[in-house]
């Protein structure tokens, strides 16, 4: 609960800087609505929850770094899970295999959306495409790889949210456009 409140605190705090004054450059502004339409169909719902506590009309990157950051809180509670799976030692091989995929593959998204988070809160827009592009893609690759026997355990839920998210995420940075 504690670290929902200083992340919540963030979030508002990262809301506040963009809609300001302190805005990058060529960077447009525009209603949450629209930027939710953006992104793809599936993820619409996902963006119009995730984005619920932002500025109506702010800078695109303020939409991208709420995502991000509620993307990285998320991740941190299904590594949660995963470690609780492995540290009980109770998983057969092919499940355990699984399961330590998942925990590489979120470090590896974990990592990427952080750095993904630095850019965009610096105006640096350089590598943040591929940044949130691999994020999608180790999490897609642990769904993947639970498919087969975890699509009934709320392991998997959780990682399908996550990706979800991530999508949102990396469509709101897209958007930005910026040369």
Not at 90 to 101: F, Q, T, V
């Amino acid at each position: 609960m504690k670290s929902f409140i200083l992340a919540m605190i963030l979030l508002a705090s990262l809301a506040t800087m963009f809609t300001t004054g302190a805005a990058c450059d060529n960077v447009s502004s525009t209603k949450m609505e629209y930027a939710c339409r953006a992104c793809h169909a599936k993820w619409y719902h996902v963006c119009r929850e995730t984005l619920q506590s932002a500025p109506d009309a702010a800078e695109v990157t303020t939409y991208a770094l709420i995502a991000t950051k509620k993307a990285n809180l998320k991740y941190g509670d299904t590594m949660d899970k995963i470690s609780m799976m492995l540290g009980d030692g109770n998983l057969p091989g092919k499940d355990r295999e699984a399961i330590s995929h998942c925990k590489e593959r979120y470090g590896e998204a974990g990592s990427q959306m952080v750095s993904g988070a630095n850019h965009l809160s610096g105006c640096d827009f350089r590598h943040t495409r591929q940044e949130y592009m691999d994020a999608l893609t180790a999490i897609r690759s642990c769904l993947d790889k639970l498919h087969d026997s975890f699509q009934s355990l709320p392991l998997y839920g959780m990682v399908a949210a996550d990706f979800a998210l991530t999508g949102v995420a990396n469509d709101l940075e897209a958007l930005m456009n910026v040369d």
